[in-house]
């Protein structure tokens, strides 16, 4: 119920439930918990057939609307259709094309790494590298999205705000997701909005990119020539009325909490527990080290490097990428 997500004790309370009774376990009102791994695909299909309004919390509060996004959406026919606009700008070839933009951030990063830690006149500091991979990825979803780091590496803290809520977020939309309506009473409340920013905060700062690409006043960084995401999704908004700019506000908040968190998580999981075996990270930095490969490694090559891809993909199996799974 409520009262055990809110003490984090909902997951221990589900698998006693399944061993006491079976794999399916009645726990309210038209809501059953199911133990059955075989039923995966037919829940999670890509049709959103039995996508609930448990999705709807993931939502923002933009100018007094809720704005949905391609996560958040439970139509059915307007999901499919969303997805088909913009999923083109996701696949592996358009990804790679933005491979020099990210390879800027990557410097970026072993440069702040090395200032602020390493080349210490007292000697290598210790630094927590689960934030500081936070910023990165955060900052080259950024690059990705509108030609701009959000600024995270620079300032080396968490200056927006949008990432110290974010655990208080996770924790408030598995709690509205047991009563979905409470949501509209607390986050998206037009007259005064209650609990943690949730996703409105993203929201505003995606809103604030998309009026400055309208007004021209992001042309210091950005360059035409080399289009990002946003340039995009505005020219989709250009060939397709029915898209407005809630629309491609959706996207670029799409793009910054999707990109950014569930590479996040990867890339700390996959570090942390590296860092914590010496055997794999040994055997990890001689792969990498050996391969003598100009950095930043492009990922062409690295699929000359296997154990690296084992990690990765390990810590994408062990740590699943979206909260609460």
Known sequence: GVLDIEADIAPFIAVELHKKYSPVVRIGPNAVDLDLPEMINTIYDTRGEYATEFYHASSALINGKVVYNTFSETDPVRHKKDRKYVAK????????????????????????????????PTGPEVFDLGDWLKYYTYDVVGTVTFSRPIGYLEHGYDFTGVLANGLERDDYLAFVGTMPFLDYFLAKNPLIQLGPPGFNAIGQIAAKRVEDRYLGRDGEYHNPDNPDHLDKFIEVKKENPEVDDNKVI??????????????????????????RNPRIWDTLTNEVLSAGLPMPVSYKDTLRLPYVHAVVREALRFLPTLPMA
Do not use: H
Request: charged share 15%; hydrophobic share 40%.
């Open 89 to 120: 700008f996701y696949s592996p070839a358009a990804t790679t094309a933005m491979e020099p933009l990210m390879d800027n951030v990557i410097n970026q990063l072993c440069q702040e790494l090395e200032k602020r830690f390493l080349d210490c």
């Open 250 to 275: 959706s996207w670029v908040m799409n793009s910054l909490l999707a990109g950014s968190e569930t590479t996040t998580v990867t890339l700390q999981c996959a570090f942390y527990y590296s860092l």
